[in-house]
């Protein structure tokens, strides 16, 4: 499939860093989008369009600042940027502790791939048990870019037991019971992702799935 990738206007102060783009398909009708993809979940499910566009492209997912979480929720691919850099924005790497810029650092994905991870997590989102039908018009983009789709067929990442659509809305103490997860933690694109239990994903950390 051909991306339209037409510029789209950006009002963040890190619009000098990275241009974003229409991800709609080439000689589409209608108005560019980046997310046009989420529109029904954004609709009737907002919860998990939101949790899906914020893992694809925030550094974390914390609400609140803290001196173990550092700054929060910053495009990803801010992250490629030097501490000079940076250091233009506010973002002051040097007085932050290591840890924290370690955890910024491995988070750090190019824009194309953060758009990749939100198309991707969207596809396998629909395939799910419990998900709702997915719009024809979606399905059919989806389906071009990832292939097709095998309903119910979604299962965590981690334990490969099934996992529900419905658990996105089991919120406990603000954290879903489903967490977007890498099959290699340091690598943020669409091929590695996927949805797991959070207390899989926690036990996962940071190793690869094929570590013991």
Known sequence: MEICHKALPIRSKYKDISAKFCYREKGHKGSCDEFHYLAHLEKNFPRVANK????????????????????????????????????RYGLKMR?????????????AASYEDCMDVAAKLTWVAYQMPDAPACPAEI??????????????????????EPISFSLFENA????????????????HNGSNVGFAHR?????????TLDEP
Request: proline residues 3%.
């Open 95 to 107: 007085e932050l502790k290591p840890t924290v810029v370690a955890k910024l650092r491995e988070k």
């Open 172 to 187: 406990k103490r603000g954290k879903a019971d489903i967490e977007t997860a890498h099959r290699n933690p340091r690598t």
């Open 52 to 87: 899906i566009k914020r893992d694809a492209t925030k550094t974390t997912g914390a609400a609140w600042k803290s001196e173990d979480a550092g700054p929060n929720r910053i495009d990803r691919w801010v992250m490629l940027q030097n501490d000079d850099v940076l250091l």
């Open 199 to 207: 207390e899989c994903n926690i036990a996962q950390g940071n190793k």
């Open 139 to 160: 399905k059919d983009y989806l389906e071009a870019r990832f292939g097709r789709f095998n309903i119910s067929s979604v299962s965590c990442i981690v334990c490969r």
